[in-house]
T-cell receptor, first 114, second 111 residues
Framework: DVKVTQSSRYLVKRTGEKVFLECVQD?????MFWYRQDPGLGLRLIYFSYDVKMKEKGDIPEGYSVSREKKERFSLILESASTNQTSMYLC?????????????FGPGTRLTVL | KQEVTQIPAALSVPEGENLVLNCSFTDSAIYNLQWFRQDPGKGLTSLLL?????REQTSGRLNASLDKSSGRSTLYIAASQPGDSATYLC??????????FGTGTQLKVEL
């Protein structure tokens, strides 16, 4: 079975802190994605990556950056956390670069910024 | 820009009832459509994926249909059980496997 893990289930940070959210997948998938989920807005794509060191902006990249130094790991970085970044963050991966395929999701990280 | 709508937003049914969840999308140029399940506070679990060339997919008590030309999909759940209680999300895949999600239907199956 595909397994996607996220470093924390719950995280509380203060405004202005630098925040790292880590995601690891164990099935050699090429694609990895970061979403945030908010009530009434659904899931929105922040960034995605087709390959190591490759990244593309999603629908809401402002205030975020990403890093993919190894194929299995995709990190989401909040350079200076703000209260409007309080949300549930979900990581996903899929097998084939550039092709439509099932996305497998991690359990999510609920981030609260005070 | 692709927009995905799910109706109803919430649904409560007695155990054993058959039910239909609806999903509509504005741009018919899709690669596939996926249905996911999300339990409270958890990640998403893929239920069914329908390629753009297909009309339906079945898995156990679940059947999903796709009418690309009209921009609609339905998820049919037969003989509902309390364990089916969850939020069901529809998502359409555009270029590069980017998914656009609906806001979901929250289902409660009561004993």
């Amino acid at each position: 079975d595909v397994k996607v893990t996220q470093s924390s289930r719950y995280l509380v940070k203060r405004t202005g802190e630098k925040v790292f959210l880590e995601c690891v997948q164990d099935m050699d998938h090429e694609n990895m994605f970061w979403y945030r989920q908010d009530p009434g807005l659904g899931l929105r794509l922040i960034y995605f990556s087709y390959d190591v060191k490759m990244k593309e902006k999603g629908d809401i990249p402002e205030g975020y950056s990403v890093s993919r130094e190894k194929k299995e790991r995709f990190s989401l970085i909040l350079e200076s956390a703000s209260t409007n970044q309080t949300s549930m963050y979900l990581c996903a991966s899929s097998l084939v670069a550039g092709g439509p395929d099932t996305q497998y999701f991690g359990p999510g990280t609920r981030l609260t910024v005070l | 820009k692709q927009e995905v709508t799910q109706i109803p937003a919430a649904l409560s049914v007695p155990e054993g009832e058959n039910l239909v969840l609806n999903c509509s999308f504005t741009d018919s140029a899709i690669y596939n459509l996926q249905w996911f399940r999300q339990d409270p506070g958890k990640g998403l679990t893929s239920l069914l994926l329908i390629q753009s060339s297909q009309r339906e997919q079945t898995s156990g008590r679940l059947n999903a249909s796709l009418d690309k030309s009209s921009g609609r999909s339905t998820l049919y759940i037969a003989a509902s059980q309390p364990g089916d209680s969850a939020t069901y999300l529809c998502a359409v895949a555009g270029g590069g496997n980017k998914l656009t999600f609906g806001t979901g239907t929250q289902l409660k199956v009561e004993l």
